[in-house]
């Protein structure tokens, strides 16, 4: 799945750790 995280904050970035972790392609804006 495609995945676009608004903002890099605490929760983005371990968001995105998460489901990149999972297989996901993660973009941050």
Do not use: N, Q
């Not at 995945?3 to 999972?22: F, H, K, N, Q, Y």
């Amino acid at each position: 799945m495609h995945v676009v995280i608004m903002g890099c904050g605490r929760v983005g970035s371990s968001l995105a750790t998460e489901l990149e972790a999972a297989g996901h392609s993660v973009s941050i804006i």
